[in-house]
């Protein structure tokens, strides 16, 4: 149960805490570094941020940069996982464990050492089988992805952005080592190549803060979309999914990150982060410059502000 769990029925005034964390935030713009390993996203501004927060009851808050669409890279992987587990069941853990990893999202280490099984779903090597999984007998993958996200914000005009994708794709050496590594131990089922496009091109998805907030929304109301008025996942499968979100969302930083925020959480590379108050929101924030775990800086800054100011908290 949420701690404080009158937060609820208490009433607090969002947009004021919105804005008075971009106030405060501004003072750390400049101690984080954006991601440059793509080259198309170390041309990003780096002193954007936007903030969005969509409740279970149909509320909406936004602040800064908050309808701007970004790169959400990593946090696509969430949203596949969704997706998958909403089609295939209990069936994507069989081929991927739910550990947190302790290594750095794109490392091949763990991974011989145990077999071309990975850790997690949200470390690379695990988001490449999920979706290898959610591939097979699907003839258009990057179209079921993208259309999914597009129905989760009813934002119609989402799409990747190509030009993130094809210099992501240019230099998916590492991922490429890591499907190749899986494929000889018999975890990729799929053709490698086909793959790493439709990969590159999920993390290439181009959406705002206020899309994320909204497409996030059953991860907090227990699979239920209030958007569209029906489950897309049931109860359990949101209980589960936001577990793995607390162990394993951000990188090799998730108790670092779960001590200062207290929220489940995806983060990418393109300084996003989503969070979820389960039973009351969810969060969405995006500031470009990252920590040397791949998280947000300011975006951690803030959602450690918001938690602390409002009071909601799984601990």
Not at 181 to 203: E, T
């Amino acid at each position: 149960m949420l701690t404080g769990s009158p937060a609820r029925q208490r009433q607090v005034d969002y947009q004021a805490i919105l804005e008075e964390i971009s106030t405060q935030v501004r003072q750390h713009l400049g101690k984080g570094k954006v991601a440059d390993y793509i080259p198309a996203l170390a041309r990003v501004p780096a002193d954007k941020f936007g903030m969005a927060v969509r409740t279970v009851d149909g509320d909406e808050y936004r602040v800064g940069n908050a309808e701007e669409p970004f790169s959400i890279q990593s946090i696509s992987k969430l949203f596949v996982l969704m997706l998958a587990v909403s089609r295939l069941g209990d069936l994507v853990w069989t081929r991927v464990g739910k550990e947190p990893s302790g290594d750095p999202f794109n490392s091949l280490v763990l991974l011989e050492h145990e077999h071309g099984v990975p850790r997690n779903p949200f470390i690379n090597a695990g988001a490449l089988v999920v979706l290898d999984l959610l591939m097979h007998g699907v003839r258009d993958s990057r179209r079921l992805i993208r259309d999914y996200l597009r129905v989760l914000s009813q934002n119609f005009a989402l799409d990747f952005d190509r030009h993130i994708a094809r210099s992501e794709r240019r230099h998916a050496h590492t991922n490429l080592a890591l499907a190749n590594l899986m494929k000889s131990h018999g975890q990729i089922a799929g053709h490698v190549d086909r793959l790493l496009d439709v990969y590159c091109h999920q993390c290439s998805l181009a959406a705002s803060c206020l899309d994320l907030a909204r497409a996030c929304l059953p991860l907090a109301a227990s699979g239920y979309s209030p958007l569209l008025g029906e489950a897309v996942l049931t109860a359990r499968q949101a209980r589960r999914i936001n577990a793995l979100m607390l162990t394993c969302g951000t990188y090799d930083s998730v108790g670092s990150f779960a001590y200062r925020v207290g929220l489940p959480a995806k983060s990418g590379v393109g300084g996003g982060i989503v969070a979820l108050v389960p039973g009351v929101l969810s969060v969405a924030v995006w500031s470009p410059e990252l920590d040397r775990s791949g998280n947000s800086y300011v975006g951690t800054a803030a959602l450690e502000l918001f938690t602390t100011i409002t009071r909601h908290s799984v601990f």
